[in-house]
């Protein structure tokens, strides 16, 4: 079984446990993860991480994301997207312009903390925020610290203006349609979304999720030292590197944290690096 990445353009519909499980069967083996969630409405790129890269999956979920979508004026929804039920509804953005609309998300795009959606994956107290609102109570999120790198907007047709978002993790395209028709004064929701990258990773390099996945997947696999390639690197000789398999922490003179660890082109793993002492974090042993 190989160690690596296959990117997957996720279809509308799926869930990423769905791809997950397909990719399992595909391959037969179940070591099969994925590093950042799509929503089922979602299409696009989903990194999926298999055999011993999936112990990297939360490096890989750190970088950041680029999404396409539409954002409708005129209803708001439970859950900020086209999947919830109606919460509000107003005709009041026809009287609205498109520098509106710009200058709008040009506010929210500025904003460096951002309130999830209330039905989100977020934790409350060990509870999912979704299961809370499903149960019928309000979950009491808190905002959350977010980079909108980027928020292009441009008229779609009517009520609808399309995307391009580039974002840190954890930043909900769902909540910047929501936010962006609060600044306006009017009720709107995320109509459609599509995620076209991950740091490094394009959609159009992905595979598609058909029956010909089984037979595509061995010519598309990844190396697993893609997942860390944000992080800065640090080489060990070989003394060093049979320690740092077995656990012991080394000397070097790196500064930044996490860093990825080598020696000898082969990837051993991840690290923490406090007061220059190198603290084996990730070990990739075979």
Not at 63 to 92: F, N, P, Q
Not at 96 to 122: I, M, W, Y
Not at 222 to 240: F, K, N, Q, S
Not at 260 to 274: I, K, M, N, R, T
């Amino acid at each position: 079984m190989t160690d690596g990445i296959l990117l997957i353009d996720k279809p509308p519909g799926p869930t990423s446990h769905d791809v997950v499980h397909l990719v399992r069967r595909a391959i037969d083996d179940r070591r099969v993860g994925h590093a950042g969630t799509l929503d089922p409405p979602a299409s696009g790129l989903l990194v999926v991480l298999v055999g011993r890269a999936t112990r990297l999956a939360r490096f890989a979920s750190q970088m950041s994301k680029r999404y396409t979508g539409t954002v409708r004026l005129g209803r708001s929804t439970s859950t900020d997207d086209a999947a919830g039920e109606t919460v509000a509804a107003s005709d009041d953005w026809q009287t609205l312009g498109d520098d509106d609309v710009r200058r709008a998300a040009a506010v929210v795009a500025a904003r460096t903390e951002q309130l999830p959606p209330s039905v989100s994956a977020k934790k409350i107290e060990g509870r999912r925020a979704y299961r809370i609102a499903r149960g019928g109570e309000t979950p009491a999120l808190k905002p959350a610290s977010v980079t909108i790198h980027r928020l292009d907007i441009a008229r779609d047709e009517g009520r609808d203006f399309r995307v391009e978002v580039e974002c840190s993790s954890g930043t909900y395209i769902r909540a910047i349609a929501r936010d962006i028709g609060a600044e306006l004064g009017v009720p709107a929701h995320l109509a459609s979304l599509r995620r076209t990258g991950v740091g490094p990773w394009d959609v159009r390099d992905a595979l598609a999720l058909d029956d010909s996945l089984k037979e595509t997947i061995p010519a598309k696999w990844r190396p697993m030292r893609e997942a860390i390639a944000h992080l800065p690197g640090v080489m060990l000789h070989a003394e060093d590197a049979r320690r740092f398999v077995h656990g012991q922490k080394l000397k070097v003179a790196a500064a930044r944290t996490p860093v990825a660890v080598f020696s000898g082109g082969e990837l051993l793993g991840v690290a923490d690096v406090e007061d220059g002492i190198l603290k084996p974090d990730v070990v990739l042993a075979a």
